[in-house]
């Protein structure tokens, strides 16, 4: 028993010990903010990501858009020797909207300003320094979306954004400035090395969902909700839910067997006589049996007794009386 208990303790101690590193670890790098990693369609894809691109400083382009997905404003960084005409695909690090106006990227805030009408303005503020940046004209429209914040552990938050583009995860650490990753439709989690885990569920789903993970041992997986659209708004793709099993399966109604033979089946048993009591659902059926102590029963023995002792009786009288006519 000692020595059992010694191997149980010296075991967790063990776990505790290789565990801690692990978390620690994740602790101190997940908040560590990096451009993003993202892959970013090329300026071919039927001109989704293509734009107006505009030279913001601090190695960042704006690609200023005003099409039928309302005005987009997407902050990309390109390094600081970029120049008008180079590629600007490059790593998403913000996106404003109508639905999301404000943004802040490596000590650079970003504000798109008159949204709702056909001629937005990109406002860029650097060091007390604002420029302003006109876009395309375009149509002016309802705000078609909406916004959450989520707390998810080692010092890092979520902010999660829904709009007819789908949902979209931006990860903060703490104290900081730039986005850390951005997850969407078309980047729905972070790949095994990023150390955490946070996914979108469901990203082309009526009704997504955002899972995340980010210290060790035993902390459950975090879940939560994205917004939902606003009245009137619909997503701009087709509704389908990519994962319909996350569900998890009902627990199986429990059976219970009950071992007992019919009675016609019981042989009887030399020597004397017992009472077997069967075990399971009959039990309490046969210890009545057993322990019946019924007046009808006491009745009926105390009859017998009677009927037994009155013959008895009338065999006795009959001998005495043949024992004197043969005396006579």
Same mark, same amino acid.
């Given at each position: 028993?000692?020595?059992?208990?010694?191997?149980?303790?010296?075991?967790?101690?063990?776990?505790?010990?290789?565990?801690?590193?692990?978390?620690?670890?994740?602790?101190?790098?997940?908040?560590?903010?990096?451009?993003?990693?993202?892959? &970013?369609?090329?300026?071919?894809?039927?001109?989704?990501?293509?734009?107006?691109?505009?030279?913001?400083?601090?190695?960042?382009?704006?690609?200023?858009?005003?099409?039928?997905?309302?005005?987009?404003?997407?902050?990309?960084?390109?390094?600081?020797?970029?120049?008008?005409?180079?590629?600007?695909?490059?790593?998403?690090?913000?996106?404003?909207?109508?639905?999301?106006?404000?943004?802040?990227?490596?000590?650079?805030?970003?504000?798109?300003?008159?949204?709702?009408?056909?001629?937005?303005?990109?406002? &860029?503020?650097?060091?007390?320094?604002?420029?302003?940046?006109?876009?395309?004209?375009?149509?002016?429209?309802?705000?078609?979306?909406?916004?959450?914040?989520?707390? %998810?552990?080692?010092?890092?938050?979520?902010?999660?954004?829904?709009?007819?583009?789908?949902?979209?995860?931006?990860?903060?650490?703490?104290?900081?400035?730039?986005?850390?990753?951005?997850?969407?439709?078309?980047?729905?989690?972070?790949?095994?090395?990023?150390?955490? %885990?946070?996914? %979108?569920?469901?990203?082309?789903?009526?009704?997504?969902?955002?899972?995340?993970?980010?210290?060790?041992?035993?902390?459950?997986?975090?879940?939560?909700?994205?917004?939902?659209?606003?009245?009137?708004?619909?997503?701009?793709?087709?509704?389908?839910?990519?994962?319909?099993?996350?569900?998890?399966?009902?627990?199986?109604?429990?059976?219970?067997?009950?071992?007992?033979?019919?009675?016609?089946?019981?042989?009887?048993?030399?020597?004397?006589?017992? &009472?077997? &009591?069967?075990?399971?659902?009959?039990?309490?059926?046969?210890?009545?049996?057993?322990?019946?102590?019924?007046?009808?029963?006491?009745?009926?023995?105390?009859?017998?007794?009677?009927?037994?002792?009155?013959?008895?009786?009338?065999?006795?009288?009959?001998?005495?009386?043949?024992?004197?006519?043969?005396?006579?």
């Amino acid at each position: 028993m000692r020595s059992a208990l010694r191997t149980s303790i010296v075991t967790a101690a063990l776990a505790g010990a290789l565990l801690a590193p692990a978390a620690t670890a994740i602790a101190a790098t997940a908040p560590r903010p990096v451009p993003s990693t993202q892959a &970013v369609a090329s300026s071919d894809d039927n001109g989704r990501y293509e734009g107006r691109a505009v030279y913001v400083g601090n190695g960042m382009v704006a690609v200023l858009r005003n099409e039928a997905e309302g005005p987009e404003a997407w902050i990309r960084y390109v390094g600081d020797q970029w120049k008008p005409g180079d590629n600007y695909m490059l790593h998403v690090v913000g996106l404003l909207t109508r639905g999301q106006t404000t943004a802040e990227a490596y000590g650079a805030s970003f504000e798109l300003t008159k949204a709702e009408t056909a001629a937005p303005v990109l406002v &860029v503020t650097t060091k007390g320094v604002a420029k302003s940046y006109p876009l395309p004209e375009g149509k002016a429209g309802q705000v078609c979306s909406a916004v959450k914040s989520q707390n %998810i552990g080692a010092g890092m938050s979520a902010k999660l954004y829904m709009s007819p583009d789908g949902p979209r995860a931006e990860l903060w650490g703490a104290g900081e400035d730039t986005v850390w990753r951005l997850l969407d439709r078309g980047f729905p989690a972070l790949p095994e090395s990023a150390g955490i %885990i946070a996914r %979108i569920v469901n990203p082309s789903g009526a009704a997504p969902g955002f899972e995340w993970k980010t210290q060790g041992g035993g902390t459950p997986l975090g879940r939560t909700s994205f917004p939902a659209l606003p009245k009137g708004c619909k997503p701009n793709y087709e509704v389908k839910e990519d994962r319909g099993t996350d569900k998890p399966a009902p627990k199986p109604t429990p059976t219970v067997t009950v071992n007992a033979r019919p009675v016609s089946e019981v042989k009887p048993q030399g020597g004397a006589q017992t &009472v077997v &009591v069967p075990q399971g659902g009959v039990a309490a059926g046969a210890e009545l049996a057993a322990e019946d102590t019924d007046d009808s029963t006491t009745v009926a023995a105390g009859a017998g007794l009677v009927a037994i002792f009155a013959g008895l009786g009338v065999a006795l009288l009959a001998r005495g009386r043949r024992a004197s006519r043969n005396r006579v």
